[in-house]
């Protein structure tokens, strides 16, 4: 599988993306944010980790703006694979290529550590080859996961089975570490090809990082 | 001309800021305070005469970028 990886000014997740994504064996590629379109044959997308334009104004806000992102839209509205982790999910509710939208969170700290977190709906691409109440160990690192969306739209979210991960300690019972709405940690569009979450599949895919959940997530994405 | 623009969340969404504020104010007995929001404010300098104009292209700077408009709500001041 031929994975892009966007770099803008500010990311800093795009070398441990990469490495974990060829750890499963997929080609890949670090594109930069000026790039007005998606390289020829790329099956998914990645939007990293990091702090785009410095988290300035909001995070996510400016990286919106970046040229690659309209490229990203249009490859998404031909059905490909887009994937944002941390900030990149970050960007991809500025987008609005995600419903919702980012708070701080609740404690206002940056939280950063191992957390919990279970699948909430399979019936999806990226968490194909996980069950429905598996419970992984990822790390989260940010200081703006405080997940909001209206009510309304978050029950149509969840009958369409878009929300897809939520936090929870060791047992699975919830364990919120931000303040999201209903503990959720990451989530998809309504065709399921675009995926959203704040937890890092690529900080956990070896067993020396102290986790190699993160690569039962990604290897959803290859056949 | 200046654009100034506040930005607070919307009423219901929940101010994590404000509320960490307002328990910090309670416990250095302002007790009286029943809520707080916290806001940004943006101050434009524009080279633009025209107010009604002015306010239009702020309002669509605003719609467009300075605000999350899922989140939070906007209110435009110009000052001449």
């Known amino acids: 599988m031929r994975v892009a990886i966007v770099r ?50 909001r995070s996510g806000a400016i990286a919106r703006f970046s040229p690659i992102m309209k490229a990203v839209k249009e490859f998404a509205d031909r059905g490909g694979y887009v994937l944002g982790i941390c900030n990149g999910f970050q960007i991809l509710l500025e ?22 977190i279970k699948v909430l709906s399979n019936e999806n691409r990226f968490l194909s080859k996980l069950q ?6 990822i790390p989260i690192a940010h200081a703006e996961g405080n997940y909001f969306v209206e009510k309304d739209r978050l029950k149509k979210m969840y009958d369409k089975g878009q929300i897809i991960l939520q936090y929870c300690d060791k047992e699975g019972n919830i364990d919120n570490p931000n303040g999201s709405v209903d503990a959720i940690a990451g989530i998809c569009n309504e065709n399921k ?23 039962k997530m990604i290897k959803g994405f290859i056949d | 001309m200046k654009a100034i623009v506040d930005i607070y969340l919307k009423p219901g969404v929940l101010d994590p ?8 104010l309670e416990s250095l007995g302002f007790n009286e305070v029943n ?10 300098t524009l080279n633009e005469s025209d107010e009604n104009r002015a306010k239009e292209r702020v309002k669509e700077m605003c719609e467009t970028l300075l605000a999350n408009t899922v989140i939070e709500d906007y209110k435009i001041e110009i000052e001449k």
């Open chain 1, 193 to 215: 090809n675009v995926f959203g979450l704040m937890p890092h599949p690529e900080r956990a895919c070896e067993k020396v990082l102290g986790s190699e959940d993160g690569i």
């Open chain 1, 8 to 57: 803008f000014p500010g990311t800093n997740c795009e070398f441990d993306t990469e490495y974990a994504f060829n750890r499963i064996g997929c080609k890949t590629e670090i594109i930069w944010h000026k790039l007005e379109d998606i390289p020829k044959g790329t099956e998914l997308v990645v939007i990293p980790g990091g702090f785009s334009y410095g988290d300035y104004l």
């Open chain 2, 17 to 24: 800021q404000g509320k960490a504020v307002h328990h910090a």
């Open chain 1, 95 to 116: 987008s609005h290529l995600l419903p919702g939208a980012m708070k701080r969170n609740e404690n206002l700290h940056f939280v950063s550590k191992f957390q919990y």
């Open chain 2, 35 to 44: 809520d707080v929001r916290v806001g940004k404010q943006i101050i434009l």
């Open chain 1, 132 to 137: 429905k109440g598996d419970i992984l160990n």
